[in-house]
């Protein structure tokens, strides 16, 4: 009777596998709260979404596609070479190109440099030669959608100038380096691969399509809101050297001393800032044309 009683004991699962599934069901909460308070970044999603269509379709990337399978992989990966280049540029031009990888693609910013007139959107010919090596590279090496931005600065536009504002200015400013790139640089390229275009190993058409282009002018606000950042700065310092000079801490002459000393400081990085906004972005968007 007992050894048919202890046998009735031991049917079920032990005790301790009570325990466990609790702590698995906590564990298992604990990631889907992490999960859904976390970011999801849309590019590397996108990137993961395409890879396991691709996977599970059954037909894996192949080396002799060039690439083209994951057509949303970001440019600094599937094309090295394209990369390279503009590293190479970087470095002929002092530092006056840099690539950066964002979730809606490969962003190219051409800085430290006189790319238009004063208050005008006439590139300089400075511009349109590093513009001209830079296009060369990126359009002629890839299919995406190229979106391209200008720039200006917190100074209004002269009273006698034809833009109305800085956002008329930018735009322009944005729509000289597209028209630069299907004109003036597409000219030049016909003549140089004159022979590849004759022999249909370069269809220009395609490359240098207007469809590919997309100019896009931010106005001032960028540079505005580091302007005001400075200026907020600038007045906690000046803040502090008052409550010294009202506290004694300091001298009189010491106090205009250092007052001259923000007013210079203030205008060198307003200086700073107003070259860092002659610029030029080039955004290679992920999806194809």
């Not at 596609?65 to 002092?94: A, V």
């Not at 964002?102 to 030669?129: C, H, N, Q, W, Y």
Request: zero cysteines; hydrophobic letters at 40%; charged letters at 30%.
């Amino acid at each position: 009777m007992m050894a048919k009683k202890r046998e009735e004991e031991q049917k079920g699962s032990p005790q301790w596998m009570t325990t466990y599934s609790d702590m698995v069901t906590l564990l298992l909460t604990f990631f889907v709260a992490l999960i859904s308070m976390s970011t999801i970044s849309p590019g590397k999603f996108q990137q993961v979404a395409v890879g396991l269509r691709i996977a599970l379709s059954g037909r894996p990337p192949s080396v002799l596609m060039g690439g083209k399978s994951i057509n949303e992989e970001p440019l600094i990966t599937s094309k090295r070479g394209i990369y390279q280049e503009l590293m190479r540029l970087s470095e002929e031009y002092k530092g006056k190109i840099t690539v950066e990888e964002r979730d809606e693609g490969t962003l190219i910013v051409l800085k430290d440099m006189v790319f238009f007139e004063p208050g005008s959107a006439k590139l300089t010919a400075e511009a349109k030669e590093l513009l001209a090596k830079v296009g060369q590279i990126v359009i002629e090496h890839t299919t995406n959608v190229l979106e391209v931005y200008g720039y200006a600065d917190d100074r209004p536009p002269l009273p006698n100038s034809i833009y109305v504002s800085n956002w008329h200015l930018s735009s322009a400013r944005a729509a000289s380096v597209v028209n630069f790139f299907l004109t003036e640089l597409k000219e030049k390229r016909m003549i140089e691969r004159a022979a590849d275009i004759k022999l249909g190993r370069f269809n220009i058409d395609l490359f240098y399509n207007p469809d590919r282009f997309y100019p896009i002018g931010l106005g001032d606000r960028e540079i505005k809101k580091k302007i005001q950042d400075l200026e907020n700065q600038i007045n906690v310092e000046k803040a502090l050297l008052n409550e010294k000079f009202r506290n004694g801490e300091i001298s009189q002459a010491e106090y205009e001393l250092e007052l001259r000393k923000l007013e210079e400081k203030y205008q060198q990085e307003l200086d700073r800032l107003r070259r860092e906004f002659r610029r030029i972005d080039i955004l290679i968007k992920r999806e194809k044309m």
